[in-house]
Every structure is written in C-alpha cells, then in structure tokens.
C-alpha cells in the first residue's frame, strides 16, 4: 500500500512508541503533520522552536526515551539549536526532525535554505538527510537506536518536502532494539577490590542512564561500604540527599569544603559523570595533566574515559547497571567511616541557610519549598544565580524531581516545567526562573494555556542579570554596562494569559500565595521581588563594590 512520506514517517513513530511530539508548524513538514491528524501522537504546538526542542529535550530526560521535535526549515532549525546544545551537553536522547527545501533545488541557496550537516555537526551524535521517501523507516530506525546507544545524545533528520510528500510502497522496520543487560558482578568485586586499597576515596556520579531502581542501589552500595557520595552538576536526584553518605553536589557555587574534599581524595570512583569542566571547577580540581589521585572512570561511551582524564582503570558500562553490580556486594570493611562521615557533617552545615538582603528571602522561600513540597514534585531552572539557591537549600528527596540544563541554558527551566507538568499531570511541577531567564522564554505560556499545563513558575525580580553583573564588579567594579533589565509585571503577565498571578514582597507572603497558586487549577507565576543588593548565596553588590 502506497503511503506519503509523512505517514511513512509517523507510522513508524508510533511503532518506537512515541506518545507525545513538541512543535511548531512550518510548510516544509506539511506531510508529517497530515501523517499526525489521527495517529494518536499529541502533538504540542508551542510558540518558539527553542522552547520546541527544550521540551523535548526535558522529555527524553525524564523518560529515558528520545524526546522527538518538529522544526521547520531554516530559521526554525536556527531556533532549535539552542534545546540542540542542550542535548548534546546534558547526554539526552532527543531526535529532530527538520524541514528542508525540494532536492531538486539543492545548492541554489533557495528559501531558507541550510546545510544542516555543517549547522549541526558539532552539536549532535548524527546529522543525516533523507533524500528517498521509501528509506524513511530505515533513517527513523536508525536515529532512535543513536540516540539511545552509547552516551545518549541528539540526532537531526533533515526532510526534503518533495520527498516527505511523495508515494512508496515500503513496510515499516521493526521497534526499538532489545538489550540484554550484563551484570558486571566480576568487574564490580575488582573496582571494589581497587577501592580498598584507598583511605580517602570519593565517589562522584552523574550522566546519564539513571533510574529510580538504581538511585536506590547507589544508595545501598554507598550505605554498605560507607563512601562519601558527591553527585554531578545537576544530577541531585540521583541519590536522596538525606541519605547519611550523600556528600553534596559538584556545581558552579560548590561546597568549598567538597572542593577541598576533591582535592583531598585519593581515589576517583566516577560512574556516569563526564567528570567535566563544572564538576571539576574548571579542571583545577584536578589536573587533567597530572591528577593527584588515582581514577577508575565508568562510562557507557568507550571514547569518553581518557579524553581528559586518563583514568587508571577504564570500565566500559551504562552506570545503572554497573550500580546494580556494586551494590549486590558485601562489606569490605574498608575504614571509611570517618571520611564520609565527615563529608556528611560539611554538606549539613553548607545546607543551613545563610541570611541574605531584602525583604524577599530567597534562602527562605526554597527552605520552605524544600520541607513543603511533596516528595514526587518536580523542580525545573534554567541559568543564573538564582539555581544557586536551589543547589544550595533544596534537599532532593527523589529520582526524577530536577529538571535543570547541565549545559547552562538560560530560558530552559519553563519550557522544562510546561513538559514535566503534560507528562506528569498528578505532580506538583515548580520552575524556578531569573527574571532575565523567565523572559527568554515566557511566550510559552501561550503553550501551557492551550494544553492545559499547570506548572508554578517563581520568577526572582532582582532587575539585572545577576550572575554577570556579579563577574562585572569583580573583574571591571563599578562600569555598569549591559547587565540592567526592564521587566513587566510578570503576575500581570501570567493573568493576561488566562493563568493564576501573584506578587510576593515579603518573604511571609509567599507560603500563602503557593498555596493559592496550587489550588488555582491552571499555571501560575509567582513573582518574588528581591533586593537588588543580593547577588547569591553569599555575595552582596554592596560587598563587591566596596574599595
């Protein structure tokens, strides 16, 4: 039976199993959107195809399947490239699939016409185009096994619109592949023999390839050997923070005493983590030309250990299953108690709120959503000092609950929380957004109002871009230039769009008007007016500014 390419190409989404696309319509991909009229796929219309691919992109984080976008050719494609970067940096699945002229007018620069090998050739796992319409199951097919395998990442499929429209005769391949895990027991009792030869060792995890199952493992295996566990940039999910061996996380504003603690260690156990620029303070942590410990590095990617740091031992492995393998071994009573214990007693006392300017507290206002919220809610954020606070004071309880850019994209904490709050209607869903961040997105509203996303978005008003006016007095004190913003009323905002607004000026306003927010049955935005003399967690303007 003779289908048009945009059939060809949906029907074989629905047998990957795909629930739930994110887009924004363009003549390009006609096909593919008649192929989506009675699939059964929703297909999320949203205003921007940056907020398009950040929605997917949060998609394929919290499911572990690619997240899948449609972008229309050239401008569209530019668009996206930021929820592009995303993926790439933060190893998530994601598959875009991109508008593109007729073939016959190739290399005629004809309208909005793009190389999309050499736009994206840096920023994804696979750029292909598509030139066959019967060869459509075999691109799709192979694009969400690359964006799974390996270290997962994006994949980009340009689309022709004289192909996507016109007839074969072709069955669709198979679903996605089926693969064994392998228990890794043997290679597990080695790493942990290696281990025991240590006083000092750390164990530092991050990546991608987690799970609720195997937050839970890390937190036995962590709990039998008694090892101080320090997790990712923004990977705070993947171990309780409450368990007695979590040692904090390895951000931008770190622990100074986790830092040390790095610097400290004698062994590396990192499953997962790239062990990256964040992780390690731009590589001063630990000197990628000589590191002052040892390093056994786990990684599903087989490229990935050696590429910075040449570890010691190198382990080929997805971390849940290599989690899984460690945390089925038995004590080996190595003496580490008092170094994790230790590392514990420094994050508990990071944790404890330190007091900054204003009226509006920020360390406040996160301690209280961090002892309120229910255990399942999901926190969202893009960029700026303000995710500061939430890496700081916000205890994360369970796997699954931070939604955050390890990229360090502005504007992707909302588009995030439209995503979490579609694909997890029950849960409470809460972006935490700079003012500079909210409005690189907030367009998107249009989108939460039209499908019915319910996400709380609390937007820090302090009128700047505060992380670089906070470089800008330390590196060139004084010369104000390009940092400033003139902002709306964002409460204002939120009810011009049919959602629930409100503004805090206080910070004991702020309980009382969550509760309102959550019980308004739609979106709302809650905006915190802060004092502009508050740059983080602990840095003041004023501070910074005197001679």
Not at 285 to 312: M, S, T
Request: net charge negative; glycine share 10%.
């Amino acid at each position: 039976m003779q289908r048009h390419g945009g059939q060809i190409l949906v029907d074989q989404l629905v047998k990957f199993g795909v629930r739930r696309v994110f887009s924004v319509p363009g003549e390009s991909f006609l096909a593919a959107l008649d192929g989506l009229y009675d699939a059964g796929i929703d297909n999320i219309v949203c205003r921007q195809e940056g907020g398009v691919a950040m929605m997917a992109e949060a998609y394929g984080k919290m499911t572990g399947q690619p997240g899948v976008a449609f972008v229309t050719r050239g401008p569209g494609a530019t668009n996206a490239s930021a929820g592009i970067h995303i993926a790439h940096q933060d190893s998530t699945p994601l598959v875009v699939f991109v508008g593109q002229i007729r073939a016959q007018d190739t290399d005629r620069e004809a309208f909005q016409e793009v190389d999309y090998k050499s736009m994206f050739g840096g920023l994804c796992k696979w750029v292909a185009e598509v030139n066959q319409t019967e060869r459509l199951p075999e691109y799709i097919a192979r694009a969400f096994t690359i964006a799974t395998a390996g270290r997962p990442g994006p994949v980009i499929l340009s689309l022709p619109e004289d192909m996507l429209s016109g007839l074969a005769d072709v069955p669709d391949s198979a679903g996605p592949l089926v693969e064994l895990a392998p228990t890794l027991h043997t290679i597990a009792e080695d790493t942990l023999t290696w281990l025991s030869g240590f006083e000092r060792p750390l164990v530092v995890v991050g990546g991608a390839h987690w799970s609720a199952e195997a937050a839970q493992d890390l937190a036995t295996f962590a709990s039998t050997q008694n090892l101080p566990v320090a997790l990712g940039f923004r990977r705070q999910d993947y171990l309780d923070n409450r368990h007695p061996n979590y040692a904090g996380d390895l951000n931008v504003g770190v622990n100074p005493k986790l830092a040390q603690r790095v610097r400290d260690a004698d062994a590396l156990l990192v499953i997962g983590s790239r062990l990256g620029d964040i992780e390690t303070q731009g590589y001063s942590l630990v000197d990628p030309a000589k590191p002052h410990c040892a390093i056994l590095h786990v990684h599903a990617d087989p490229n990935e250990p050696g590429h910075v740091y040449r570890p010691d031992i190198a382990v080929t492995a997805d971390a849940v299953s290599f989690t899984r393998a460690l945390s089925r071994l038995p004590a080996c009573n190595a003496g580490w108690a008092n170094w994790a214990a230790n590392a514990r007693a420094d994050y508990d006392t990071w944790k404890t709120p330190q007091e900054t300017p204003g009226d509006v507290k920020l360390e406040k206002v996160i301690e209280w959503l961090s002892e309120t919220l229910p255990q399942d809610a999901i926190l969202t954020n893009g960029a700026g000092n303000y995710a500061a606070f939430l890496h700081r004071y916000f205890v994360y309880k369970s796997y699954g609950t931070q939604l955050a850019p390890t990229s360090g994209s502005m504007g992707y904490g909302f588009p995030a929380a439209i995503s979490a709050s579609l694909e997890y209607p029950d849960k409470t869903v809460v972006c935490l957004a700079g003012d500079g961040c909210f409005q690189m997105t907030l367009n998107e509203l249009s989108t939460a109002a039209q499908h019915g996303a319910t996400p709380i978005v609390v937007v820090v008003n302090n009128g700047r871009y505060g992380t670089i006016r906070m470089h800008q007095e330390k590196h060139y004190p004084g010369r104000v230039s390009g940092t400033m913003l003139a902002n709306p009323d964002f409460a204002a905002l939120a009810q011009a769009y049919g959602g629930h607004g409100e503004t805090v000026w206080k910070t004991a306003d702020f309980a009382p008007a969550f509760e309102r927010a959550k019980t308004s049955g739609t979106f709302a935005v809650i905006e915190l007016m802060v004092s502009e003399d508050a740059l983080s967690t602990n840095l003041t303007l004023s501070g910074l500014a005197k001679p």
